[in-house]
């Protein structure tokens, strides 16, 4: 029988465990907190979802985050580069700025460019990741148009006892990287601390010929592009025996890339995010869970070039430096109204503040969204209602709202409904960019927010031994921002898209080996202004994914099978990126049970392919990882 919505709102503080098999009906599906704000199992998401767990991203071996997460169903990824190099995560054909992505429940990002450094955040350092695919400005506000993107930090579990966990890798490209930690709890408490780094002599990022092409980073540097960047993260929590709850989360990771170059950009620099959150919550009536969060991300970075910075604008300053920080605050109210039927309603408050050598003409700004959600359960049917208003110092006032239904044929199929609008504030620098030249403008203060209208029908089902899914969308973006050539490229609201997709999953057990398929059909289009008819850039219209493994009692092998089609690098659609497909061959040794060697090789045919338009991608990679992980005592 299904438990109350209340039951769960009374689990919201409770560390996430593993996900469970997906591939077995008689398991618990896994709970999931994006979707709603709200503790559910993925099941009961009326919207597509992904799990991440750490299990999967140890039989995955990925060397990044972005390695990870390419090929998802909805995700593209473009790097400009090796490890370290800038990255863009387009979900659902939406722009890089689209999705918003929380670290521990707090929104990560840089205050100027509007972007997560995806390409920063150490994976060794990840428990488990939830991706909300679909519109949920209603529940978060300016950002999520594509979706959310949520990271949990490794943590210890209450009661779990104490297990120390320890890493060692080795790969091409000079790569060595290491993680050390130590988790643990007992019947109220739990802790965890990690530490970890990594180092890459790297490759060349720039194509050769892009000093004559004008293109990519605009200039010929054969020089290998180093990376090094240490990192840490500690999550340490009580629970008293009225459910009362504490818990802190803290992450940082700070790294030092090498890219080409010039003296106008740099070639090197200093990257630096520290997330940290507090969080607190208890029941003042049996029928009342409340939730308090605070937190602050920062997202710093000082460029050099040849050791100090020589830019023409910034040549009264050794270094060019940005240093964003945002300030959050949440007060949350999930409100059992009878069972199955849940009203939630919240405040959230933010402050954004830009400190750089760049003199902007606004460095400060604060928002304040109230918003309200209605989940309840009638027999087979599912309603969720949401609506959320937000007063901002940069744009005024704005309001979202969504709506999905669900229902539960026999044999877990079960079909849904959705609609939603979502929107995406201008960015620091799109607004308060100072003059290049007196009377020169290069920012608008006058920007609207971009506002996007989304619908998604969704038929899924979970069966012993396999499960599918498939979702159909479309997305309206209206009032999208260009930097129009025929205003000295100022940034103005100049243009529309509409997105169209499909995306299907498979998952089966098929004679002992695991198998999970991926595809995504796409049409991402501009509807309006010069590029009337062009496909937005860096999208591909097909991709897909096949993750293949099997486990012989000590021995595990796997593999991984990816391909995009063809995309373009500007909105014009002048630069084409050619479609490639990868192959990454994976196996798995536990010598011992506490001890396993693991070895992956990546891009096994040396397939040579971008991404982002002269810019190199790794070519043939091997890793070597031996790693300690004993069970909890």
Known sequence: MKKTLLAAALLCCLPAAHAADQNDASALAPVIVTATRTPITADDALTAVSVITRADIERLQ??????????LPGVGIAQSGGLGQLSALYLRGSNSTHTLVLVDGVRIGSVSAGEAALEQLPVEQIERIEIVRGPRSSLYGADAIGGVIQIFTRHGQAGGGLAPSLSLTAGSHGLFGGQAGLAGGDAHAWYNLSLGGKYTSGFPACRMGAAEAMAGCYVDDPRSDAYRNWNGAANAGYRWDNGTEL?????????????????????NAINEQRVAGARLGFSPLQAWKLTLNAGQSKDLSDTYYQGSYYGAYYAHTPTGFYASRRNQFSWQNDL????NQLLTVGVDYQQQHLASSTGYLATRSEDTG??????GTFGRHELQLSARH???QQFGNHDTGAAAWGYRFEHGLRVYASYGTAFHAPTFNDLYYPPYAPGVPSANPDLKPEKSRSAELGLAQQLAGW???????????????LLDPARNYVPFNVSKARIRGLEGQLGANLGGWQL???????????????????RLPRRAERTARIDLDRRYGAFGVGATWYAAGDSYDDAANLHRLGGYSTLALRASWHFTPDWQVEAKLANAFDRRYETAYYYNQPGRSWYLTLRYSPAAR
Do not use: C, M
């Not at 990925?62 to 090929?71: F, K, N, R």
């Not at 999970?516 to 590029?531: D, F, M, S, V």
């Open 62 to 71: 990925p060397v990044s985050l972005q390695d990870l997460l390419a090929g």
């Open 247 to 267: 818990a802190f989360t803290w992450l940082r990771s700070k790294s030092d890339v090498e890219f080409a170059g010039s003296p106008y950009g740099g070639n």
């Open 336 to 339: 059992a109204l009878a069972p």
């Open 370 to 375: 109230t918003y309200a959600q209605y989940q």
């Open 390 to 392: 937000d007063h901002d």
């Open 467 to 481: 499960n599918w899914g498939v979702s159909a969308y479309q997305t309206r973006i209206d009032d999208l921002i």
């Open 516 to 534: 999970q398929g991926y595809l995504t059909l796409l049409q991402p289009k501009n509807i309006e202004g010069a590029n009337d008819g062009k």
